[in-house]
């Protein structure tokens, strides 16, 4: 499945280094630079200053930020292009109800430590880096709230130990097999082993590499109202090119090209998530063009305890409706 994986070490290494060179080099392009300045409002300021931990998974520095509080804590994990600073506007509005929250980057993206050589990146090493972050800072029982591909790994680590999860919350993810949902096209790009060839092209060319990025930007985009745009430009926009520009692109590769073996490993896994009675919370963007609200309703189907919550927000419904977002995760226990 992982195309990455193909060939001698030298060509996998020289792949992924392209990969991130490629997607740096891209989305440094001064004209599209010139685009990412909308005039958006800083997240409001937290209650309490966050303590910084750097935690040993694996013999890798997983980065993470706690913010002191109120327990069940809620531990947030971002997806595939970005990394922790996705929640920054929404975390203020749970630490100023008191609440614990303790946000963190997968290995490999943010500021946790980038392995290339001889390190495979997958959903399993997702779930460990939960385990050793929950473990490191004690938390007895939390609220897992996963995000695009972070939501399968808050999934799988809630059916592996229901004990420690106070209840579950989804955010415009994915989970198994199901016409509800669709790919992002770059997804379908760089994890489609038949597509090989085409993914080599746009690395080796950043020029290319823009347009695919910036065709990919539009269609999230699609179903936006004007504000919400600007939002998507003014910071989703800058936190994906931040996780690129310091070296995420391998990390991206190597989980893209793993997707369809991870979803066909959670759709083996529907007899037991039907078995998961904690409460389980999606809160969705309504607007997301990829993982619709019939994305939700189908997840949803599949767990005896669970709720929808929908919004009126994009894919990044956290940076969109952060006010929204926080009132519901704060009202779901």
Request: with cysteine; charged share 20%.
């Amino acid at each position: 499945m992982d195309f990455f994986t193909e060939g001698n070490p030298a060509s996998r290494r020289d792949l992924l280094l392209a990969t991130a060179g490629g997607l740096a080099l891209a989305l440094a392009n001064p004209a599209r630079a010139a685009q990412n300045k909308p005039n958006i409002e800083a997240p409001i300021a937290s209650a309490i200053p966050y303590v910084e931990h750097r935690i040993s998974h694996d013999g890798h520095m997983i980065y993470a930020r706690e913010y002191p509080g109120q327990d069940p804590a809620f531990v947030m994990m971002h997806g595939f292009p970005d990394n922790l600073h996705i929640y920054d506007y929404v975390v203020p509005y749970l630490t100023r109800a008191g609440r614990r929250v303790v946000v963190f980057d997968f290995l490999g993206f943010g500021q946790s430590e980038k392995v290339v050589e001889g390190y495979q990146y997958t959903f399993k090493q997702q779930v460990g880096d939960v385990a050793a972050v929950v473990d490191a800072l004690k938390l007895d029982r939390f609220i897992p709230v996963g995000h695009d591909s972070g939501g399968p790994c808050a999934a799988n680590y809630a059916l592996e130990n229901p004990d420690r999860v106070a209840w579950l919350c989804l955010l415009n993810c994915y989970y198994a097999e199901s016409p509800t949902w669709r790919l992002p096209e770059i997804i379908e790009v760089f994890g489609d082993p038949g597509l090989k060839e085409l993914a080599q092209a746009f690395l080796a060319n950043p020029d290319k590499m823009d347009w695919l990025i910036t065709f990919q930007d539009n269609h999230f985009q699609v179903k936006m109202p004007p504000n919400l745009r600007e939002r998507f430009v003014g910071i989703v926009r800058p936190i994906v090119n931040g996780n690129f520009a310091a070296g995420a692109g391998p990390a991206f590769a190597q989980m893209t090209s793993q997707v369809r073996e991870s979803v066909a490993y959670n759709t083996s896994r529907l007899s037991d998530v039907r078995q998961f009675t904690t409460k389980v919370n999606l809160i969705w963007g309504a607007l997301d063009p990829y993982l619709t609200p019939a994305t939700a309703a189908a997840i949803a189907a599949n767990y005896p305890n669970s709720e929808v919550k929908s919004v009126e927000a994009g894919h990044w419904l956290m940076i969109d409706m952060p006010a929204e977002v926080a009132q519901l995760l704060l009202t779901s226990a």
